[in-house]
């Protein structure tokens, strides 16, 4: 009975002080969930999409001209789709694209089927 409590106190011990293999974010700089980058053509448009790695809930989708790949990143940690496009005068495209991936369909549907039901495509 005696051996009983010495092994039930070393295993609280051995639990107790273990160290934790949990992910923890960096002490010297803010935890910032990851996020994906990914080229797309569909014809003659093509877009680059920054995003979190993981999509909980409904998230915004913005559009932005192409060329500030940071400031998309950075908006992609707070949570936005960003898709950056060459032309501006393709936007109107790019936006038909888009609707089509939230309904789960069109030409992008299918490399983009984790944001179906995911994002609020603003209207013009």
Not at 4 to 33: E, I, K, N, W
Not at 62 to 90: K, M, N, T
């Amino acid at each position: 009975m005696v051996f009983g409590r010495v092994l039930v106190a070393v295993a609280c011990a051995l639990v107790l002080t273990a160290q934790s293999t949990a992910a923890a974010p960096s002490q010297d700089d803010d935890y910032r969930p990851a996020t994906t980058s990914t080229r797309y053509e569909a014809g003659s448009l093509t877009g680059v999409v920054h995003a979190p790695r993981t999509i909980v809930g409904v998230r915004p989708l913005v559009f932005h001209f192409r060329g500030s790949d940071v400031y998309a990143q950075e908006l992609a940690r707070q949570g936005f789709v960003v898709v950056l496009v060459d032309d501006r005068f393709s936007l109107d495209g790019h936006l038909e694209l888009w609707r089509e991936v939230v309904a789960g369909k069109g030409p992008l549907a299918e490399r983009f089927a984790r944001f179906a039901g995911h994002l609020a495509v603003a209207e013009p």
